[in-house]
């Protein structure tokens, strides 16, 4: 069984940062992508980026440039880095595990999800 926990959410202005960080227990980790995905209310859950276990990763169009995904197998650890935040980045922020070490962009994929962070970017 495998338990996430994220933490960094929050409040920010737009064209601020923010760093999430997701905490992962359990024995699998380092041979597992990580995806974070995101979702407001009324709407679908969207993959933000994905990242394997070789280090590949994958963006959505509306991050690239904007946010970096990274992992520490040593720390079982996944984070997002967020830089020049938009209001339309506001949503709850989720990070999962797959049982599989390549990526994957829809939701069914993963087997491990966090509780969510929220992150709230004003204008």
């Known amino acids: 069984q495998v338990q996430l926990v994220e933490s960094g959410g929050g409040l920010v202005q737009a064209g601020g940062s923010l760093r999430l960080s997701c905490a992962a227990s359990?024995?699998?980790?380092?041979?597992?992508?990580i995806g974070w995905y995101r979702q407001v209310p009324g709407k679908q859950r969207e993959l933000v980026a994905a990242i394997s276990s070789g280090g590949s990763t994958n963006y959505a169009d509306s991050v690239k440039g904007r946010f970096t995904i990274s992992r520490d197998n040593t720390k079982k650890m996944g984070f997002l880095q967020m830089n020049s935040l938009k209001p339309e980045d506001t949503a709850v922020y989720y990070c999962a595990i797959r049982l599989g070490r390549i990526i994957a962009t829809t939701p069914n994929d993963y087997s491990y999800w966090g509780q969510g962070t929220q992150v709230t970017v004003s204008s």
């Open positions: 359990g024995s699998t980790f380092s041979n597992n992508a």
